[in-house]
Nanobody, 115 residues
Framework: QVQLVESGGGLVQAGGSLRLSCAASGSIFSFYTMGWHRQAPGKQREWVATITTGRSANYADSVKGRFTISRDNAKSTVYLQMNSLKPEDTAVYYC?????????WGQGTQVTVSS
């Protein structure tokens, strides 16, 4: 069974940067598409970015040009570099592993952007 552990969240001022990490264990990391999602207070969880096994990346329009997803298969880790952060980026960020059986989730990491 896969385990996903996010880290790197915190409090940052608007315009600042953070890098989130998600370390995976319990499966062959390189076989899977990985993604980041987020959930703001009172809102539904929304997709942020995805990176395929071939390192093709896709982004939600709200983060395109500001966020970068990447992966290090040797470390079984996926990253989310977040630049030019805005208060509306405040949310719990979740790492997800995509498979034909659905999604496996991490526990989330809080990102708070102050204005």
């Amino acid at each position: 069974q896969v385990q996903l552990v996010e880290s790197g969240g915190g409090l940052v001022q608007a315009g600042g940067s953070l890098r989130l990490s998600c370390a995976a264990s319990g499966s062959i990391f390189s076989f899977y598409t990985m993604g980041w999602h987020r959930q703001a207070p009172g809102k539904q969880r929304e997709w942020v970015a995805t990176i395929t096994t071939g390192r093709s990346a896709n982004y939600a329009d709200s983060v395109k040009g500001r966020f970068t997803i990447s992966r290090d298969n040797a470390k079984s880790t996926v990253y989310l570099q977040m630049n030019s952060l805005k208060p509306e980026d405040t949310a719990v960020y979740y790492c997800a592993r995509e498979s034909s059986h659905g999604r496996d989730w991490g526990q989330g990491t809080q990102v708070t952007v102050s204005s």
